[in-house]
């Protein structure tokens, strides 16, 4: 006998969207003048990594894009600047890093003639972390803005710290997308560390 069967598949994956998280963590000093009214230039704040650097480049650019999108003023280079960004970064790797698993939760349902019947059904999955444990590597941010010329020595004008902590990967690849969980906070206080989540997988 002809058997058609209706089959509707409903899946829900509740948890199963990767997201990453950066710790920002950023002062200004309330002692000195406003900072927005300064021309910045982005200087390496690394012993033994000097400002031409090619990779420190790559970086450089990166967060002068960031400063230009919150409108900041950038100078042509640090002669003409009467601020500088001191930028520094790192990574560490340590221990091992576990994923936690993910559940995904499933619904079908179908219907037929003859001896076929009906049916119900409810699964529940869970999908495996990835490629198990893999090194643990905590990466850094550090943004120091310190004036040009300032003969009373003020300190910084404001500074931003960044760590983030995931699987094996690249600085180069989780770079652009720390800065961006910083974007709010660039030469404003926090008022303490802050966790930014972001969507997808930074590493």
Not at 18 to 39: E, G, L, P
Not at 53 to 69: I, P
Not at 116 to 139: D, E, I, K
């Amino acid at each position: 006998m002809p058997r058609v069967v209706l089959f509707c598949l409903l899946l829900a994956l509740s948890g199963c969207a990767q997201r990453s998280t950066v710790m920002v963590d950023s002062v200004v000093n309330a002692t000195v003048a406003a900072h927005q009214d300064r021309c910045y230039a982005v200087a390496s704040g690394m012993p033994g990594v000097r400002s031409d650097d090619a990779r420190f480049m790559v970086y450089k650019e990166q967060l002068e894009s960031v400063l230009a999108s919150l409108d900041y003023c950038l100078a042509r280079d640090e002669s003409e600047a009467t601020a500088l960004v001191l930028l520094s970064y790192g990574e560490e790797s340590w221990g091992a890093y576990q994923e936690e698993p993910r559940v995904g939760v499933g619904m079908g349902m179908g219907s037929g003639t003859g001896r076929g019947g009906s049916f119900f059904g409810l699964g529940v999955g869970v999908s495996q972390p990835y490629g198990g444990a893999s090194p643990s590597v905590t990466r850094r941010i550090d943004l120091d803005a310190v004036p040009v010329g300032a003969p009373d020595k003020p300190g910084s004008l404001w500074s931003v710290s960044l760590t983030a902590t995931g699987r094996g990967g690249n600085l180069r690849a989780a770079f652009p997308k720390m800065l961006d969980a910083a974007r709010p906070y660039l030469g404003r206080d926090s008022h303490g560390p802050v966790t930014v989540t972001l969507d997808g997988d930074i590493w």
